[in-house]
C-alpha cells in the first residue's frame, strides 16, 4: 500500500502564548485519534506551534483506508421466527438496526447474523474531517467569532495548508479554503510562502524568518540568554514557564541585553524580578552571589539592523514598572511594620474565627508554644507571629501579592528585628508547594507549623471540612507542609499537645467536641500518600498507625525500622505469631494478667521462651528509650526460635484456668516488646 507525508497548518492572528503548547497538543493528539480511528496507518508524528501557526507533519501515511467487514449478531432462531416461521418483532428490529430488509439477513446458523464488507476510502477524502474534529476538539475556554462570520475558533483565521504528498487537499475549514501557500514573518517576510512538500515545511519557513518548531526556538532562546548572560558575567533567571511563554511570542526569536539605573536595586529584588517577568516576560541576571544585576534580556521578534533602539524601547517601558515598585517600598518604610496590624483588625480571615490580626495573635502564642518544644527561641516566635501577617496590608503586597513574606523580612530588617524574626516572616508560607524549600530557622518552622495548625483547627473547628474535589483553605497542602517541616528537619513535636493548644486559643469560636481526633486524624492521614510515593507498602504505615504516635519525626523513624525490619528472614514468621497472638489475646474474657508466674510452667519451651523474652527487654528498652527502633526490631528477630518452639510443643488454651491465664501473660509480654515499636501482626 502507498504512503505520502501530510501536512496541515492552520494560519491565525497571534495565538495566546499561554495555551500554545496545550493547543498544539490536543491539536497532535485529535489528529492522532481520527487517523487511529480510521485504521490509517503511519510512521511519525510531529506537532509545530508558533505565535501565527498550529501544524501537524505525518509522515509515510497510507493514501487509502483498508477494507472491512462487519459482523453482527442478532437474536437466535427461536426468538426470531415463531411457531409458524413468521419473523418475530426481534428478528425484524434487527434487519432495521442493520438498515437492510430481513431477507439479507443470514438465518443459516443459530442466531441471525448480518455480515457486510466495506472499502476503504481514500485518505484524501477522510482528512478534512479529521482535521476538523481535532479542531473542534481543542480546549479552547472562550471561543470568538470575527466579521460577519459564523465560525468561531480561539483566534482569527488567516490561511490554511492541507497537503498529501505533493497535492492539495481541496476543502474549507474554519472559513479558510486549503492552499499551499503558509505566510512568513509579519516583517521580514510578509509575503505567502509557497510550501514545497510537507517535508519540507521547516526550512521553506526558515527561509521566510519563521522557526515554526518550538522545541527549535527554545534551545535557540536557552543557549543565546546563556551565552548573554555569562558575557555580563552572571547567570539568568530562566524559569521554565516564563521560557515556554516567551517561546510562544517570537517567531525568529533575537534575545538582547538591557540595562536600568541602579537606583533601583535598594529595591527588594524579588519584587523588581517579579514585575519584569510577569508584566515584561524578561529574563533577569543574578551575579555570582545571587544578587540582581541592573541588566536583564528581552527575546526581541525581528532581527533588527538597530538593535539599540529596541533595548532604549524596552528600557523605556520598564523604568515606570520599576519606579513603582520602588514608591511602594519608600511609602511602606514611612512607619514600622508592627503598624501594620492595625489594618488587619478590619480584615475577615474567615467569618467565624475573626479578623486577620486575631489570628496573628493566636499564631503568636502558638509558635512560641512549638518553639519552646523543638529547641527554638520562644520569645523570637512571638515576635515573628506578632509580625507575621503585616505585610499583607502594604502597598508593596498590595500591588505584589507574590511578595507577602518576603516583604516583610525587608521591612522588619529595616525596623532592626532580630535577622531569624525577618526570615520567619517569609518561611512561615513554606514549603509552598510538593518538594519546595523548607524553613531554615527553628523560628520559622516553628510559625510555619503554627499558621498551618491554626487554620486546620480553626477550619475544622466550623465544620467546613474539605471534600474531594473542594478545599478552598488548602488544608491537604497546610497538613503536608507541617508533616515535611517535622520530618525532614527533624524535629520531634507532639502534635497531640500542640493541636490541643490550638483547639484551646480559639476558645468558643469552635466546637471543641472530637476537634483534637479529627485534626490529628487528618493529618497523619497525609502520610499515607508519602509513603506510598516513596514505596513503603501500606501495611508498614498502618501498622505504625495503630500506636498513633503524636510526633510525626517518630512515626517516621517507626516506619523506617518496620520497612527494614520486613527485609530480615525472620519477619514473615513474627507477623503471622504477632497476629495469632493478637487472636488469642482479643478472646480472652476479662483481663490478661501482668505478670507472668515461672510456677506454672510445666513444659521446657516455656521456660526458654520466657527467659528469651526477659533477655530481649533487657536489651530493647534503652533502645526503645533512644528511638533505635531499627535496632529494637533487629533485636527482637532473634525471639523466633524460641516462639516456634512455644506454639509447636505448648497448647496455650491449657485446660487448667491458672496455667492458660499464665500462658496468656506470656504471650502478651511478647506482643508488648514488638508494640513498643509496631503492631507488626499488620504485616501479615
Known amino acids: 500500500m502507498s504512503a505520502l507525508d501530510f501536512l496541515v497548518e ?43 501557526r498550529l501544524a501537524v507533519l505525518i509522515t509515510s501515511l497510507a493514501t487509502q483506508q483498508p477494507d472491512r467487514s462487519i459482523n ?29 430488509d430481513l431477507s439479507e439477513i443470514d438465518q443459516s446458523g443459530p442466531k441471525l447474523r448480518y455480515s457486510q464488507s466495506i472499502a476503504g476510502k481514500s485518505t484524501a477524502s477522510l482528512l478534512p474531517t479529521i482535521v476538523e474534529d481535532s479542531l473542534n476538539d481543542l480546549p479552547i475556554p472562550k471561543r470568538m467569532r470575527w466579521g460577519a462570520r459564523k465560525e468561531e475558533f480561539v483566534r482569527p483565521t488567516q490561511w490554511l495548508v492541507m497537503l498529501l504528498g505533493d497535492q492539495v487537499i481541496d476543502c474549507t475549514i474554519l472559513a479558510q479554503k486549503s492552499g499551499r501557500d503558509s505566510r512568513g514573518h509579519r516583517f521580514h517576510h510578509p509575503e505567502s510562502v509557497r510550501i514545497t512538500s510537507p517535508a519540507n515545511y521547516l526550512s521553506d519557513l526558515r527561509a521566510a524568518y519563521v522557526l515554526a518548531d518550538a522545541n527549535e526556538r527554545r534551545a535557540l532562546i536557552s543557549k543565546r540568554t546563556e551565552e548573554l548572560a555569562t558575557l555580563q558575567e552572571g547567570t539568568a533567571i ?3 514557564a516564563l521560557l515556554d511563554e516567551v517561546t510562544a511570542l517570537v517567531e525568529w526569536p533575537v534575545p538582547l541585553v538591557c540595562s536600568f539605573e541602579e537606583r533601583f536595586l535598594e529595591v527588594p529584588q524579588e519584587a523588581l524580578i517579579t514585575t519584569m517577568q510577569d508584566n515584561q516576560k524578561y529574563f533577569c541576571l543574578l551575579d555570582a552571589d545571587g544578587k540582581l544585576l541592573p541588566r536583564f534580556i528581552t527575546v526581541a521578534n525581528i532581527e ?50 475573626g479578623s486577620v490580626y486575631d489570628k496573628a495573635e493566636r499564631v503568636s502564642k502558638l509558635a512560641a508554644f512549638i518553639a519552646q518544644r523543638i529547641g527554638g527561641n520562644a520569645a523570637w516566635a512571638a515576635r515573628a507571629g506578632l509580625l507575621s501577617k503585616c505585610d499583607l496590608s502594604t502597598e508593596m503586597v498590595g500591588e505584589f501579592p507574590e511578595m ?19 526570615l520567619a516572616l517569609n518561611e512561615q508560607y513554606m514549603p509552598r508547594g510538593a518538594g519546595a524549600e523548607l524553613p531554615t530557622t527553628l523560628t520559622g518552622a516553628a510559625v510555619a507549623i503554627a499558621d498551618k495548625l491554626d487554620t486546620l483547627v480553626g477550619i475544622f473547628g466550623i465544620g467546613m471540612l474539605p471534600t474531594g474535589s473542594k478545599d478552598p483553605y488548602a488544608l491537604r497542602r497546610a497538613a503536608l507542609g507541617v508533616l515535611r517541616i517535622l520530618i525532614d528537619k527533624k524535629l520531634d513535636l507532639d502534635l497531640n499537645d500542640a493541636v490541643a493548644f490550638a483547639v484551646n486559643a480559639f476558645g468558643t469560636k469552635v466546637k471543641v467536641a472530637g476537634l483534637n481526633d479529627s485534626v490529628l486524624e487528618f493529618i497523619f492521614d497525609r502520610l499515607r500518600a508519602r509513603y506510598e510515593d516513596e514505596g513503603v507498602d501500606v501495611a508498614t504505615y498502618l501498622s505504625v498507625r495503630a500506636l498513633k504516635p503524636g510526633s510525626a519525626l517518630d512515626f517516621d523513624q517507626r516506619v523506617q525500622a518496620v520497612q527494614a525490619f520486613r527485609q530480615l528472614p525472620e519477619a514473615a514468621a513474627l507477623a503471622a505469631v504477632n497476629k495469632r497472638v493478637s487472636n488469642l489475646l482479643s478472646k480472652v474474657e476479662g483481663s490478661v494478667p501482668t505478670v507472668v508466674e515461672a510456677k506454672y510452667f510445666d513444659n521446657a519451651n516455656e521456660f526458654s521462651l520466657y527467659s528469651a523474652i526477659q533477655q530481649a527487654d533487657q536489651a530493647v528498652q534503652p533502645m526503645a528509650a533512644a528511638r533505635q527502633y531499627s535496632e529494637s526490631l533487629a533485636r527482637l528477630a532473634a525471639l523466633r526460635e524460641p516462639v516456634d518452639a512455644f506454639f509447636e510443643a505448648v497448647m496455650v488454651n491449657a485446660d487448667d484456668a491458672k496455667v492458660r491465664a499464665n500462658r496468656y501473660a506470656l504471650l502478651a509480654r511478647l506482643r508488648g516488646l514488638f508494640l513498643g515499636v509496631a503492631d507488626i501482626s499488620l504485616l501479615g
Request: with cysteine.
Open 72 to 100: 453482527l449478531d442478532g437474536p437466535p432462531r427461536q426468538a426470531a421466527f415463531d411457531a409458524e416461521g413468521n419473523p418475530t418483532q426481534a428478528a425484524l428490529g434487527f434487519a432495521k438496526k442493520c438498515g437492510v
Open 404 to 422: 507577602q513574606g518576603v516583604a516583610g523580612y525587608y521591612y522588619a530588617l529595616n525596623d532592626g528585628e532580630p535577622e531569624e524574626v525577618a
Open 238 to 240: 530562566v524559569p521554565p
Open 304 to 353: 533588527s539592523k538597530d538593535p539599540q533602539q529596541i533595548i532604549a524601547g524596552n528600557e523605556k517601558v520598564v523604568r515606570p514598572r520599576l519606579t513603582d515598585a520602588e514608591f511602594f517600598f519608600k511609602q511602606d518604610k514611612k512607619q514600622k511594620l508592627e503598624d501594620f496590624n492595625l489594618r488587619l483588625q478590619n480584615v475577615v480571615f474567615q467569618e467565624k474565627l
Open 10 to 52: 492552520l494560519g491565525t492572528e497571534e495565538l495566546p502564548p499561554k495555551a500554545l503548547n496545550a493547543l498544539a497538543d490536543a491539536f497532535l493528539a485529535g489528529i492522532d485519534k481520527g487517523l487511529q480511528a480510521a485504521g490509517l496507518n503511519y510512521e511519525t508524528k510531529t506537532v509545530y506551534a508558533a505565535p501565527r
